[in-house]
């Protein structure tokens, strides 16, 4: 079955841009999602499509994807922004989906 | 708004089963791809499988598939998922998400938007 592969942590400063990458094998030729979850709380999704914004997402998330690399971006990076985020994508053996393992942004 | 809203934790002893429910709200139940995921503590998020609330069709996780069963009420628009023969590695935070609507050729080119809040399962002797 597919897999995703993320680093599990990220540090940044106030104000900096954060970057979270996401691999997979071939990955440009997918579709991918990004959710951000913070402690007792469930998944909000960030961005889908690769760099689709659902509304209320603020235009300092963005994505992109590129032959065995998805990357979320976070542009001046806040406080709030601090929480664990991990990619998803559907695979076309069985239409199921994958996790990948998540990364935890820190915010200095 | 749209809502899921879901049952509350349960504590069940190895081999049991459990059912959780997400009621949902605030959109057409049959019309969007109805997602169930978990989270067991420090791990990652695992897919366990999908209903179409319009026609009762399912498809599971090759993992899940056997162990967890989905079904749907559309009287009441809520959704349920059945694990049976409970270990402790089932322990874990359950959740009901959204996907894509009915209406579109695949889903693959959208996430799951609207999470319900999560029921925590615990499976201890």
């Known amino acids: 079955s597919y897999v995703l592969t993320q680093t599990p942590s990220v540090s940044v400063a106030p104000g900096q841009t954060a970057t979270i990458t996401c691999g997979g094998d071939?990955?440009?030729?997918?579709?991918v999602h990004w959710y951000q979850q913070k402690p007792g709380q469930a998944p909000v999704l960030v961005l889908y499509?690769?760099?689709e914004r659902p509304s209320g997402i603020p235009e300092r998330f963005s994505g992109s994807n590129s032959g065995n690399t998805a990357t979320l971006t976070i542009s001046r990076v806040e406080a709030g922004d601090e929480a664990d985020y991990c990619c998803?994508?559907?695979?076309?053996?069985?239409?199921?989906?994958?996790f990948g393992g998540g990364t935890k942004l820190t915010v200095l | 708004q749209v809502q899921l809203v879901q049952s509350g934790a349960e504590v069940k002893k190895p081999g049991a089963s459990v059912k959780v429910s997400c009621k949902t709200s605030?959109?057409?139940?049959?019309?969007?791809?109805m997602h169930w995921v978990r989270q067991a503590p420090g791990q990652g998020r695992e897919w366990l499988g999908c209903?179409?609330?319009?026609?009762?069709?399912?498809n599971y996780g090759q993992k899940f598939a056997g162990r967890v069963t989905l079904t749907r009420d559309t009287s009441s628009n809520t959704a349920y998922m059945e694990v049976t023969r409970l270990t402790s590695d089932d322990s874990a935070v359950y959740y009901c998400?959204?996907?894509?609507?009915?209406?579109?050729?695949?889903?693959?080119?959208?996430?799951?938007?609207?999470w319900g809040q999560g029921t925590p399962v615990t499976v201890s002797s």
């Open positions: 998400a959204r996907g894509s609507p009915l209406s579109v050729p695949d889903y693959y080119p959208y996430g799951l938007d609207v």
């Open positions: 605030g959109y057409t139940f049959t019309g969007s791809y």
């Open positions: 209903i179409n609330p319009n026609n009762g069709y399912t």
């Open positions: 071939n990955i440009v030729r997918k579709s």
């Open positions: 499509g690769d760099s």
């Open positions: 998803q994508v559907w695979d076309s053996s069985g239409d199921h989906g994958v």
